[in-house]
């Protein structure tokens, strides 16, 4: 949209957007754009779904001190030591915290959170078909569709999505789809016979069709993630040859690898747009975003990139994936607020915090994110 297009009503939103960020939970009567939120996603948007019985392997923890230990003071299953993204993004909406799905006591009348830490994009059949079992988990996109579907059930949206029931639960929802896609990729890491062309296909394959059953069932507001540079990951600077950098200092292959499948999926996503016009589909570009604040990482205050916050084994990384955070030999950082990585693979809330700033702002999502609540005003 160009300046000169802007209209009176995108700027309100944006600046009345923007001082809710930061004091929405301050006012007592904030403004609400969305009754609702529903999330999906892997351990990036999971607030809970996930236990340490049931998590990815090598982190297996999520459940134990000093998990959540910034911002609830108490684990709550989340794989950082405070907010996640999404958190941000329900608090800016002057919602409250999503609660997991496998909840059966929250309340749910704002939203769900669907999302599973390991969750993959392609059906989790796929992997073990292939002898790919790094991972417990065995939940994947489809997955959360079904207990989607359960919810809408649970709600009496079972039949025509334009019976009221439907309309209620679907209309005024923004769908969150966090990044789904870095743990199929990070199953053929380990000497595994299925090619990264294949996993791209499948997995593209599989968000693509996931996003146009949501479309298909009534969603009109939809934000979905890329995925972010995972040669950043402090697992992967652990393992990569020490001769595979790019300009960020990261793993160049990866990085190179995450951006080829978002150029590819942002071109499915435009044919999305095409088929339903009627709705606003976002593109949260997570690997820009990250790139720009490692880039700039003393504008944001962050002193270390690539070492944990929260591990053990010493040396440049202090990451041993056998000794992960929570774990008995692990240790945490009095200053996790300068650190980037928090356990090896999952972030800080205070990198969780820029990121979401990132996307709301409008800097790093296409369409802006007021060009997307300027819709839904107008809607009504």
């Known amino acids: 949209m160009a300046t000169a297009q802007i209209s009176l009503i995108t700027i309100t939103t944006i600046l009345i957007f923007s001082s809710h960020f930061s004091i929405a939970t301050k006012t007592g009567i904030p403004s609400r754009p969305f009754k609702k939120v529903y999330a999906f996603g892997d351990s990036y948007t999971d607030t809970g779904n996930t236990y340490s019985s049931t998590g990815p392997s090598s982190f297996t923890y999520v459940s134990n001190p000093p998990y959540g230990t910034t911002f609830f003071h108490h684990p709550t299953n989340r794989y950082s030591d405070g ?132 479309l298909n069932k009534g969603a009109k507001y939809i934000i979905v993630q890329g995925l972010p540079p995972t040669g950043c990951l402090t697992l992967s600077m652990s393992l990569a040859p020490t001769d595979d950098r790019d300009d960020m200092g990261c793993v160049g292959s990866l990085n190179k690898q995450s951006y080829l499948h978002n150029t590819i999926f942002q071109a499915k996503l435009n044919d999305l747009r095409k088929k339903f016009p009627q709705a606003v589909i976002v593109y949260a570009d997570f690997w820009n975003a990250y790139a720009n604040i490692v880039k700039s990482a003393k504008n944001y205050r962050f002193r270390e990139l690539f070492k944990v916050c929260c591990g053990s084994g010493g040396g440049t990384y202090n990451f041993d994936a056998s000794s992960t955070c929570g774990s008995p030999a692990s240790t945490a950082c009095t200053n996790p607020s300068q650190y980037i990585n928090w356990d090896g693979v999952h972030l800080t809330e205070a990198m969780y915090k820029v990121l979401a700033h990132s996307f709301l702002n409008g800097t790093f999502c296409h369409p802006t994110f007021g060009y997307l609540l300027e819709k839904k005003l107008q809607s009504g």
């Open 83 to 214: 907010r996640l993204m999404i958190d941000f993004v329900v608090q800016a909406l002057s919602l409250p915290f999503l609660p997991p799905y496998r909840d059966p006591k929250s309340d749910k009348s704002y939203g769900v959170n669907f999302a599973v830490a390991g969750s993959t994009a392609i059906l989790h059949s796929f992997f073990v078909k292939n002898n790919i079992t790094l991972d417990i988990t065995p939940q994947s996109l489809q997955t959360q569709l079904i207990w989607f579907n359960k919810f809408l059930e649970s709600k009496g949206c079972n039949g025509s999505t334009r019976s009221q029931e439907c309309k209620e639960a679907l209309t005024d929802a923004l769908f969150w789809v966090g990044e789904i896609g870095a743990n199929d990729y990070a199953y053929t890491s380990f000497g595994s016979s299925v090619s990264r062309t294949t996993i791209q296909k499948l997995a593209i394959y599989s968000v693509t069709s996931f996003l146009q059953a949501l």
